[in-house]
């Protein structure tokens, strides 16, 4: 079993893994949160471990301006059914100081192999539906490299 603390460090590759070496993200890693993104920081993946929530939270967040914030919110909209059937569990919403998110909470559990697996895969498939849609729905002044 591994700690959450470990699970969180090495999140980033294991996520990497999961998606193929060609679509290594960027990364940052505390002791129990990891963001992903792939050109832009503010347009990042986010996995938190919550204990006194009894829950790991990940998901798609967008932290940038509002008015962008907004508009990949209603971009990702327009594509709730196909996210839908793609990430059952996911919640499309406007979030905290003007930002949005695309997020779901997994019931928390022991770090063991099969549950690590789970949230990896999880997030893995998050990037693998979502990334095509907001790199499609980018304006066209928002910094983006990869």
């Known amino acids: 079993m591994t700690s959450y603390q470990a ?18 993200p960027h990364s940052s890693a505390t002791g129990w ?23 790991v939270e990940l998901g ?21 059914k196909a ?14 100081k003007g930002w949005a998110r695309v997020w779901e909470a997994i019931p928390l559990a022991p770090f063991d192999e099969p549950y690590s ?5 999880t997030l893995a498939r998050y990037v693998r539906v979502l990334e095509p849609i907001l790199e499609d729905s980018l304006p066209a002044d928002v910094r983006w490299s990869r």
């Open 33 to 55: 949160m990891v963001k992903l993104w792939f050109g832009n920081k503010d347009l990042h993946y986010e996995c938190g471990v919550y204990h006194r929530r009894q829950v």
């Open 117 to 121: 697996a789970l949230v990896t895969g």
């Open 83 to 96: 996210i839908a059937k793609r990430l059952p569990a996911a919640r499309i919403e406007p979030w905290d």
């Open 7 to 24: 699970f969180c460090k090495g999140l980033p590759r294991a996520v990497a893994r999961e998606l193929g070496d060609a679509a290594a």
């Open 60 to 80: 798609l967040h967008f932290e940038s301006d509002a008015f962008t914030n907004q508009l990949l919110l209603g971009a990702l909209r327009l594509h709730a």
